[in-house]
């Protein structure tokens, strides 16, 4: 516990822990509500020998994370597999074990400098600052200690780091199946895909140099463009044992180059957990407001996954998003359908407040549901759309029960 304890009081001097440090009048004067989302990294798996396979993953290496996750990407987006007839689930495992994908998030979290091993809490401090700034009077009152933020951001940072890989192919409209061409045979060894897979630059635009497109189309062709995608999401172990094994073992703010070899050498201790796996096949997208195949593509690319996202979140509950209320007269969230919100769906409404220990604590103290009609669409390119509801700032709720609620408290969807 020493190394912990010394840990503790240098978050504390970097500033991370004095929420009662805080004014009150800047905590009321703040709009933009941070809150705790999980981090992201997300993965397509390549398929160039396929229809529109190149064009596929073209618009995924340009994706954005959703805004209601943090980024947590490793500069790499696309990875190939080399056939051994494992399937996709014991390939994707038998990659994150060759590539030690468990221990290069620990080391995104910590800006790990790969040649001196020197790491920093900055990336910690600035998303955990949510326990340290928000409106709750509570809050304002308390002083988060270095301990507690420690603990706390093991529990609610890193423990809530996930990796979504993205199978993505093109789904003929005349038969249903997505059409293999048989044209390459990839070979290439995990290690290898790690280290040169990154993005697609802008040179290799399929969209501008036919020669390096797998189908040749034109906008006119693909009216009716769809894509099956199946997701399948992984989250980083991190427990008591590990945290301290990393904190005694690993953990350096001083060049220490027996540390740093023992981290690099280490492919047991950081790993992923499977948590599951949601399909669909994204519906025939409007070609309103898109005029070349690249649009298109994109649209319908973008939406199969924040659908799918949408799904996870729904089917596993650690996986839900927490959204700020912005407004309580009415009440209004920055969630829609984007998120799968419904005129079914169902939000607790959450109250954050620190305990003596200066840990957080959630309290459920009502439940709300969206307003049929007021459900913002926020998918993408519905602006360029027009829909009916894409011009709505936020979703607006009914609440269905409880007392008083206030800007900042957290909406989790309820299954």
């Given at each position: ?53 190149v064009e596929i993953q073209y618009v995924f290496s340009r994706m954005r994370i959703p805004d209601r996750f943090n980024d947590h990407g490793l500069g790499v987006r696309l990875v190939s597999f080399a056939e051994q007839g494992r399937g996709t689930e014991g390939s994707i495992e038998s990659f994150v074990r060759q590539v030690a994908l468990g221990r290069r998030l ?310």
């Open positions: 516990m020493g190394l912990l304890r010394r840990l503790a009081s240098a978050v504390a001097a970097a500033g991370i822990l004095l929420a009662g440090s805080l004014p009150t009048a800047a905590l009321a004067e703040e709009n933009d509500y941070d809150y705790e989302r999980s981090s992201l990294a997300m993965m397509l798996i390549r398929h160039e020998a396929t229809q529109f396979g620990v080391a995104r979290w910590f800006n790990r400098d790969k040649t001196s091993g020197v790491m920093n809490m900055d990336l910690v401090r600035q998303r955990g600052l949510y326990n340290a700034t928000r409106s709750s009077e509570e809050i304002a009152r308390s002083q988060m200690r270095g301990m507690a933020l420690l603990e706390d951001a093991g529990e609610n940072l890193l423990n809530n780091t996930y990796v979504v890989f993205n199978d993505i192919t093109y789904v003929d409209h005349a038969n249903g199946l997505g059409i293999f061409k048989d044209v390459m045979n990839v070979t290439s060894t995990l290690a290898q895909t790690w280290l040169t897979q990154t993005v697609v630059g802008d040179d290799d635009n399929p969209f501008e140099n036919p020669t390096l497109s797998s189908f040749n189309a034109s906008i006119d062709d693909i009216k009716s463009f769809r894509v099956k995608i199946v997701s399948y999401l992984y989250r980083l172990r991190w427990n008591d044992e590990v945290a301290g094994k990393f904190y005694s073992s690993y953990y350096t703010d001083s060049p220490d180059a027996a540390k740093s070899k023992a981290f690099d050498a280490d492919r047991e201790s950081f790993t992923l957990e499977y948590v599951g796996k949601v399909q669909s096949t994204a519906s025939n997208t409007s070609m309103k407001g898109t005029t070349t195949a690249e649009q298109l593509i994109t649209k319908v690319c973008t939406r199969a996954v924040d659908k799918n996202l949408a799904k996870l979140q729904k089917e596993f509950a650690d996986f839900r998003i927490k959204a700020p209320l912005v407004s309580t007269e009415p009440l209004v969230a920055h969630v829609g359908l984007r998120e799968d919100v419904t005129p079914d769906s169902r939000f607790e409404v959450l109250e954050r407040s620190i305990d003596k220990t200066g840990k957080v604590k959630y309290r459920r103290v009502g439940v709300i549901r969206p307003e049929k009609g007021r459900i913002c669409d926020n998918r993408y390119w519905a602006k360029e759309e027009e829909t009916e509801n894409s011009r709505l700032q936020g979703t607006t709720f009914t609440k269905v029960s409880g007392g008083s609620f206030y800007p900042g408290m957290l909406i989790r969807e309820i299954k």
